[in-house]
């Protein structure tokens, strides 16, 4: 069901994995991260989300990778230069709230940071999605009232700063506005995220 869910979720958001919680810690100013574990966190519409739990295909690809040459479904020698970040609340169930973020035209050695995705620049881009599941509101298929997803290519949409990116582990910030299928808001604020990338290169 989890592999399910994040393919589905990740193929919707081209188009258009240890615990995240709810709880009482508060993230960190939006100017510097200074957590040292690998994680996802934000403030969904006041309330905080911390993610950690790595999502791992097949239960054994990790969900994080840097795609020189390919992503998960699409054997290619096409170079996608193409970064994806994903973290569940637990990984073992159906029901989990995550975060993902994928980074698009982005050639990770080449890229001068900081560097900030948003409108305004479209010769790259980043997507953000949330998956606002709980133990009794599971995904379904079809329209999803609680997958969120939002693009820096949208006018008045996410803003995603990647702040450093020392020995592949990316280290950046997230804010703006992800919709549903009918168009309902929640706000994202205080974004935080830690990831330390796996290199995926030409099979």
């Known amino acids: 069901m989890v592999k399910t869910l994040c393919t589905y979720a ?4 081209l188009l258009g994995a240890a615990a995240c919680s709810s709880k009482d810690a508060e993230p960190q100013p939006e100017g510097g991260v200074t957590r040292t574990d690998e994680f996802v966190s934000a403030k969904a519409d006041g309330q905080y989300v911390d993610c950690q739990d790595v999502y791992r295909r097949n239960g054994t690809v990790p969900d994080t990778l840097f795609n020189g040459y390919q992503n998960f479904w699409i054997s290619s020698t096409q170079r996608l230069q193409q970064i994806d970040i994903m973290r569940l609340e637990n990984g073992g169930t159906a029901s989990s709230k995550y975060f993902m ?6 050639d990770l050695d080449a890229l001068t ?3 900030e995705f948003n409108s305004a620049d479209r010769t790259k881009w980043a997507s953000i999605g949330f ?3 709980s133990s009794t509101q599971g995904p ?3 329209p999803d009232p609680n997958r969120y997803g939002g693009s820096t290519l949208t006018k008045d949409g996410p803003v995603v700063k990647i702040l450093s990116k020392d020995n592949d582990i990316l280290v950046g910030t997230f804010r703006g506005p992800v919709l549903n299928s009918a168009n309902q808001v929640k706000t994202l604020t205080e974004g935080q995220f830690r990831i330390k990338l796996l ?3 030409r099979p």
Request: net charge positive.
């Open 140 to 142: 379904v298929s079809g």
């Open 199 to 201: 290199r995926k290169t």
């Open 113 to 115: 940071v900081p560097t």
């Open 131 to 133: 998956g606002d599941y």
């Open 10 to 13: 990740l193929g919707s958001l």
């Open 101 to 106: 973020l994928i980074f698009g035209n982005v």
